[in-house]
């Protein structure tokens, strides 16, 4: 079973590697970020606030860990960071150090240690003398970098507290200054992720105490994205923690939450494939409302070939049913305007005979998949006299609506059979919605909360046709729904492994 710290890792991983969220051309290529950088601490050296340092070595292609999104650069951590420092004074340790109470004034400053951050940084404070403040100047600490154990446990990084008190290095530490916090975040992430923490063994030297040094630091690498980007990974990552932080703590609740969490993760995945927030917008896509057209056209020459019957007119959507905004390009629809034909199976029972055209109920497809291991049989010529209203056929789609209601499961046989009235037929043109992009919006929790609200009845409850007629859906351009597919196809499968992992 996957720890809590192994699925934070995998996270941090998928964040670092340009995979956590999408990347938008707008927000420019990280090598004007990287120039920024270079200007300011250019500036700072002139004005004498920090001292010219040793030039690093290139990036060599080897070195190079993994491929990286075309906006994003490859830095060495010293030429990102505007200052790295360490604990900077030689001989005795404890003679610039107090411990006693009468010393916690403003004119004594505390010595940051990284076993501070393992409890309440204000608990039990280390103080230096006024000469060890003094003396230490070059480590002196303002709030908010990073701060690294160098000395046995690798790998621990902290942020300084901003505390409005002096504050400097103590030993066994590093000081890594970022030029502000924006940048501090992203590579405070980078530096606990799995990368981070081998970039960090690579440098390191020792058998019994194992130890790396600043000059050593800073020949890290670090996969840079745009600044921006940077704000959505941070914000993606505080978003997924504290999942990760009710794993690691329930420990009463494991088995609820190992069930639960692979669930909610997909239910996210689902929700921002049908905002528009999954794969990124081609203006070059030709509009929902273009797609919109030709499938109302398409429906008006059907019913004048008398191929399909007129269909009762549908409500209008308005705003105040519009839960959430959609891009440019989409159209919010009701369901059944972009089909050919939805109805449901027989509303009697049928005559079941032990072999013969399979018998769908909701029972034989409450998976997402039909399944005839179980199914019962009717005649052929029952069966055909029950497909002149209710034919399904490969490339459709079915639904349940009695009992377990709001399952969509494809029609992937050429097999013959019929269906009960438990299960909901959806024919449509496979050229213009995209019956995967379908099934994966049915799913959403948009369209579940709206299968939930209009579930009715007591016993075996029912979503009635017209309301799943008026169920609200957001449509995407043709290509787009294929890109979401196909994104979701590559997410999907990982929760699936998560999931059968957490069931270990």
Request: glycine share 4%; with cysteine; net charge neutral.
């Amino acid at each position: 079973m996957m720890t809590a710290e192994q699925l934070k890792g995998s996270i941090l991983q998928l964040a670092i590697q340009g995979k956590l969220v999408n990347q938008e051309l707008s927000e420019g290529k990280a090598v004007s970020l990287i120039q920024e950088i270079k200007k300011k601490k250019q500036s700072l050296i002139k004005q004498g606030i920090i001292k010219k340092e040793k030039e690093l070595s290139p990036i060599a292609e080897n070195e190079i860990p993994f491929d990286i999104p075309e906006t994003w650069e490859w830095v060495r951590l010293g030429d990102y960071a505007e200052k790295v420092t360490d604990y900077v004074a030689s001989g005795s340790f404890a003679s610039l150090r107090e411990n006693a109470p009468s010393l916690k004034t403003e004119d004594y400053a505390i010595l940051v240690k990284t076993a501070d951050f393992s409890n309440d940084f204000t608990q039990n404070l280390t103080y230096t003398t006024k000469h060890g403040y003094e003396f230490l100047n070059n480590s002196n600490l303002f709030g908010g970098e990073l701060v690294l154990s160098n000395i046995g446990s690798i790998g621990k990084v902290f942020i300084v507290p901003k505390l409005n008190r002096k504050m400097t290095l103590a030993p066994n530490s590093v000081m890594v200054r970022l030029a502000d916090d924006q940048l501090r975040d992203y590579l405070y992430h980078f530096l606990l992720s799995p990368l981070g923490y081998e970039e960090l063994i690579a440098i390191t030297s020792g058998t019994a105490m194992k130890k790396f040094n600043k000059t050593d630091l800073k020949t890290i690498l670090i996969p840079i994205p745009p600044l921006e980007e940077q704000k959505r990974i941070v914000a993606k990552i505080e978003e997924l923690m504290p999942f990760v932080e009710q794993y690691a703590a329930a420990s009463t609740k494991l088995n609820t939450l190992n069930a639960s969490f692979p669930e909610m993760m997909k239910k996210s995945i689902l929700q921002e494939a049908v905002q528009g927030k999954l794969v990124p917008q081609d203006p070059n896509d030709e509009p929902a409302s273009l797609l919109l057209k030709k499938i109302a056209e398409e429906k008006k020459r059907l019913i004048k070939e008398g191929k399909i019957k007129k269909q009762k007119q549908l409500p209008e959507v308005t705003e105040d049913e519009i839960p959430f905004d959609i891009p440019e390009s989409w159209e919010w629809v009701r369901l059944g305007s972009i089909l050919k034909l939805l109805t449901d199976g027989t509303h009697k029972t049928p005559h079941y005979v032990t072999e013969g055209v399979p018998f769908i109920s909701v029972k034989d497809m409450s998976s997402g998949c039909i399944s005839f291991s179980n199914t019962k049989f009717i005649t052929e010529k029952e069966a055909d006299e029950l497909n002149m209203r209710c034919n399904p056929e490969r490339g459709d789609v079915l639904l349940s609506k009695v009992g377990t209601t709001g399952v969509p499961a494809p029609v992937d046989t050429d097999i013959k059979f019929s269906l009960f009235v438990s299960v909901a037929l959806l024919k449509f043109n496979i050229d213009l919605i995209n019956r995967d992009y379908l099934i994966n919006v049915i799913n959403s929790p948009c369209v579940q909360k709206q299968c939930a609200e209009n579930t009715r009845g007591v016993g075996n409850k029912n979503w009635v046709m017209r309301d799943i007629a008026n169920t609200l859906i957001p449509i995407a351009p043709l290509r787009e729904q294929e890109r979401i597919v196909s994104e979701l196809k590559r997410l999907i499968p990982q929760f699936s492994v998560l999931e059968q992992k957490m069931e270990r």
